[in-house]
């Protein structure tokens, strides 16, 4: 799978979201954050102004979703533009068929972790999903402290895409730096959400680019 770097607009100036957006077009893909403050103790932005950033943003846009009703929501987000709609599995009943809808209405669908879910139920179920988001903090807030345990939990899934033959991207988000990227890229992750780390540089494009460097020489052939 090819390295993505995925910068999250949490971290953005949101009075001045186009200008952040076109300092980081030498990205992969645009990570929005929608939170509720149901699912997660902190709100965010929804479904208007998510799809004006999908009409100005040059990179495809990454949803992800941590509220409360995925399944009343998520298809909305396909329908506004977003490139990939991702939903955590603690919210819905039926990750297989949520997905099902979500690439029904033109996205790439993806199922997230919460740190204390191990994703069990979905190892026979991988073929559902473009991605599965292994989260390595606690949803909710930029800036906090990468979870080193969680590196487990990619290679686990790594192993078993790896053998479903499935083409399923793993995507790791919540402190992931110059110092934490290597880790997660060896443990088999590809897609690599970053908020703090590229919007806190004065050079987002020159950050972009130290990541990427990172990640492709940790990369396993
Ligand atoms: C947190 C969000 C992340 C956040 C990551 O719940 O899902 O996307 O922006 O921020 P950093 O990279 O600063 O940990
Ligand atoms: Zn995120």
Redesign the pocket.
């Known amino acids: 799978m090819d390295i993505r770097i995925a910068p ?1 607009i ?2 953005a100036d949101f009075a001045n979201l186009e200008r952040d957006i076109a300092q980081v077009a030498s990205a992969d893909l645009l ?1 929005v ?1 929608v ?1 509720d403050a149901h699912f ?1 103790p902190n709100l965010t932005l929804g479904l208007p102004v998510v799809a004006r950033i999908c009409e100005v943003s040059p990179l495809p846009v990454d949803v ?1 979703l ?1 509220i409360d009703a995925p399944d009343e929501w998520a298809v909305r987000y396909a329908q506004a533009g977003a490139a990939s709609v991702t939903f955590h599995l603690e919210a819905t009943s039926d990750p297989a068929a949520l997905a099902d809808r979500i690439r029904s209405a033109g996205a790439h669908a993806a199922v997230a972790l919460r740190p204390a879910s191990s994703g069990d139920e979905l190892l026979g179920l991988l073929d559902a999903f473009d991605m599965i988001l292994v ?1 390595t ?8 402290s ?1 979870m080193p345990d969680m590196t487990a939990k990619v290679s686990r899934f790594r192993k078993a895409i790896d053998a479903s033959g499935a083409p399923v991207s793993i995507q790791v ?5 110059r110092d934490t990227i290597a880790t997660v890229v060896a443990a088999g992750a590809d897609t690599l ?5 590229i919007f806190g540089a004065t050079d987002r494009t020159a950050e972009i680019a130290a990541l990427r460097a990172r990640a492709e020489a940790a990369r396993r052939v």
């Open positions: 999250s949490l971290s990570h954050d939170m997660v992800h941590m989260m903090v606690e949803p909710g807030f930029g800036g906090q990468f988000d919540g402190g992931i730096s959400v970053a908020g703090s780390a």
